[in-house]
């Protein structure tokens, strides 16, 4: 029954996406892959049919009820699957199909009934490109370490333990009650469940269902008893949350070398499984990952550092790296949480890993990481011990929800300024009036214009965001996360409305570099050459650059940008960044939190700039806005050392939910082993430095062949060979092809 | 002081220990077929012309002194150019570059120790390369001398034919030489690079002698250098005291630079395989060399 991972990977592919159906990065969930055995339940349509018929019977139920009921639907109705080509069962129904008759309807009811001018406003934030807002369900972890040590059913019990102990002190309020009942009701729905899947699996008779359903079994009867468990309870909940209950799992484990650890150990120890077993048990876990292909990637994370100061960097850590690279996945993607007790030998593999084309990890820096953390309260105990929760967001494990608010386009805020709050590209005053063009005499006046106009888009996002967070656990009720936080059932509390320790928002800041190099390209024309006013540069803009190519490519051309290390330009981004962690971290949220300040992009990058009309740092209507802390594409020609300077002049770690920078590399500038090493010494000097998170992404030839399409995209782009270096577009077209041929090869 | 500088490359990795800041001096007394860095041949500043990215704008005419642009992408009138680099200047493309700038080492020192955390986090440094950085001895030696001041490492990369008080100028301040060997055979030098090796190997010598640390470099380009491969590895073993031996395989990325400079392209066709290299470092090795693999 071993070593059949290879022969079921195109099985699992298949999983949960059939490859024939259309792609659609942003609907995932709305395919499927297997059909499932027919017999085993209904199909999306019956099961929609059906939670209609249930809506009017939960209709006046309190939400964390209804929700749980919804929920119990779906899990008692949909089709599964317990396939001889994997360990872990299948969903068929993986849409969240509880929301049409919970989230939807509350989420309606809430922004159209009760919050209608929020609910307008955040339309034109969206809309407009200045700012992308949504209530955030996305970013939660749940506490890993009471899962796996209790189970569901322990989870459940728990629960009823600190209801009881509630109610021999005082009578329960309606809210408690509502609350401890969804608890009871959706860890009800899923052990069912379990035991649905446990007996489905008990009829089958090939291999994987011999050990799949005795361990279904435990774990509907108790806590997982080894490694094979955990990751199966890992699945299951993962599965449950993001796919029928509606909020995302942003890591598995916490650290999930950590929180297999013991059970990795002791299945060792005690001869119930072998390395290699084990190892073929993580291909398959992972895998599920790749099958589920969700476009945010599904983090976890690795490392870290205990209490007596040693690295968690253990045997697993390697196994988990070295499986997913054997097995060639993509997804999940894997932060590494780096000091200078990470042993070096794991270090060294991860970055031949990245080396060899694989992007899809990430550093996090502990000690800036702790830093951010201490900074909004938390203990050193707390600190040393943090949570990543999704790409790059950071906070105290088990104990703090911070939910993701809005995306501030500073770009955005640089055309208001040149406008006086106009959005010409929407048509609609959403700046603030800082005053006409002419009135802007100076460059100061201008940059103080822009600083009131970023500090204005925050102001807009905190209306709407303390407008809508009083109602988060009223739309989404978040009993099965809750029930894992002993803080949350301490205070009888939904953990995602203020029942943990740390209640905070995140804000984030998405195109920095662009916005600098706008205001660079204003004072250098405007102010300093005089050149061009303001109302002829904005004439320029409308038009779209179209009859000023040479100004355009002039301004493109100018020493002053982010990122190279030019001292103008940096001192433009650090009093950005200072301007605007300082001004959002000082505001508390209506949660009894804090908002924290986040310096990532995401997608937004894309999406605001497409909103966004031509802008003074040359880039045409509609282009993507930078990203992350990064430079402008093709901007960062100063090369990737005076690229961290400037990065770590902004002192990352002042931006507590999350800062991330993206350095480009050329595989020929990092060979051998003196490459590894220079790639060790970049993460060396930003980790000293003050870095949060930082991640690699080395040029393969598919990039090369896009530079060739594309090359006023790459103008950094070097090729370094042994002594001596070229730019990319400095090469003939027959050299890039030779290039591009040996790239192939590596 | 100023020399004559056509690039500072940063995050240099292959020249020389950890993470280097390398400086390009202009001028060679040799010429290597297989040069890539023609830029770096004459001491005279040289005008190159990348004709895929101009955009015939037609700035650099309006800006040329001696009219020696036109708005044509293959229009440098070589004849009447006199390298100034006030048409690169104006270029909005960048397809006009200018090698060849006078720095002064004051200038210069600040931009070199930008990257000193990279060089102690790495155990790197600054190694000054060309061209043949040693035809700017007194130039190297203030350079050198201010960076060792400064703390930090130093390496110079050279070919070694240059006179040997070129050497004793920047020996006090030189942590280590990268010293090209080419060949042993001094008429297959000569084929090679135009001139004797005799100059070149007596350098060696002394380098030695006087207890320099060196790592010895050998481009391995097929059909000039490969016969050598066994009487440098002699040689080398003879002479003992060499810290390391890398094995440089030749590529041919350098031909636009040959012709955005007007010159003739001399770079020969073959590349080596990874075989070719694989066995010569393997001979390296026999001879009780310790070789850093490419």
Known sequence: MWKTFDLDKPYIERKYHDPDEPFNAYRRRAYHGWTCDEATGEDDEEIRAGLEALEPEIASLPHPVAKARAIDYVLKHTRIAVSEHDYFPCFYSWNCLPNRITFKKWKAEVFDEKLPEIGELMHDMNESGACAIWPDFDHVVPDWGSLVTLGFPGIRERARQYRAKREAAQPLTDEQRAYFDGIEEEYTAVIDFVDRLYRYASEQTHEKAKLLAPSLKRLRDGAPETIFDAMQLMYLYFMISESVDFYQVRSLGNGLDHTLRPFYERDLANGTFTRDEIREFLTYFMMQWQAIGNYWGQPLYLGGTNADGNCRICDLSHDIIDMRHEAGMYNPKIQIKLNDNIPQDFLKKVLSYIRGGDSSFVFCCEPGHRRAIMAYGATAEEAQDFDLRGCYETGVRANEVSTGTGYVNPLKAVLYAMRDGWDAAYGKQIGVHTGAPETLDTYEKFRGAVLAQIAHLADLTFRCADAYDPYLSYINPSSLYSATIATSLERAYDGYQGGVKFNNSSILICGIASAVDAMMAVRELVYEEKALTIAQFNEILDANYEGHELLRRRILCSPHKYGVGDPLADACAKEIADFFSSYVQKRKNVRGGVYKATMHSAMQFVRQGKKTGASPDGRLAGQEISKNADPTVGMDLGGVTALVHSVLQLTPSDYHESFCVDLMLHPSAIQGEDGLNAMKSILDVYLHGGGMSVQFNVFDASTLRDAQAHPERYRNLQVRVCGWNVLWNNLSREEQDAYIKRASAV | ?294
């Not at chain 2, 001096?25 to 001491?43: F, Q, T, Y």
């Not at chain 2, 301040?173 to 297959?188: H, N, R």
């Not at chain 2, 012709?259 to 073959?270: C, I």
């Open chain 2, 1 to 294: 002081m100023t020399g004559r500088v056509f690039s500072v490359k940063r995050f240099a990795v292959h020249d020389g220990d950890g993470v280097r800041t390398t400086v390009f001096l202009k001028g060679c007394p040799l010429r290597c077929k297989w040069c890539h860095n023609p830029e770096g041949l004459e001491g005279t500043p040289q005008l190159a012309l990348y004709a895929q990215k101009c955009i015939s704008c037609g700035l650099c005419a309006a800006a040329c002194p001696n009219g020696a642009q036109s708005i044509s992408p293959r229009g440098v009138d070589r004849e009447r150019c006199e390298a100034c680099g006030k048409c690169a200047a104006v270029c909005p493309e960048k397809a006009l570059e200018l090698f060849g700038e006078e720095m002064d080492t004051d200038a210069l020192l600040p931009k070199l120790l930008e990257d000193r955390d990279f060089y102690e986090e790495s155990g790197g440094g600054v190694t000054l390369s060309g061209g043949e950085c040693l035809l700017q001895a007194d130039f190297c030696a203030e350079l050198l001398k201010k960076l060792k001041a400064s703390g930090v490492r130093t390496a110079v990369d050279t070919c070694g034919c240059v006179p040997w008080r070129s050497f004793e100028k920047v020996l006090p301040y030189t942590d280590v030489f990268l010293y090209d060997v080419k060949a042993i055979d001094e008429q297959t030098h000569i084929r090679c690079t135009g001139r004797s090796n005799k100059l070149i190997l007596e350098n060696l010598q002394k380098l030695r002698t006087c207890g320099a640390q060196v790592e010895v470099r050998i481009p391995y380009v097929p059909d000039f250098t490969d016969r050598e491969i066994p009487a440098i590895g002699a040689f080398l073993q003879k002479l003992g005291g060499i810290r390391a031996v890398r094995v440089l395989p030749y590529h041919n990325y350098a031909g636009s630079k040959y012709e955005a400079l007007g010159m003739e392209n001399t770079l020969p066709d073959r590349l080596p395989t990874s075989e070719e290299i694989a066995a010569a470092e393997q001979m390296m090795r026999d001879h009780g060399l310790t070789v850093i693999p490419s």
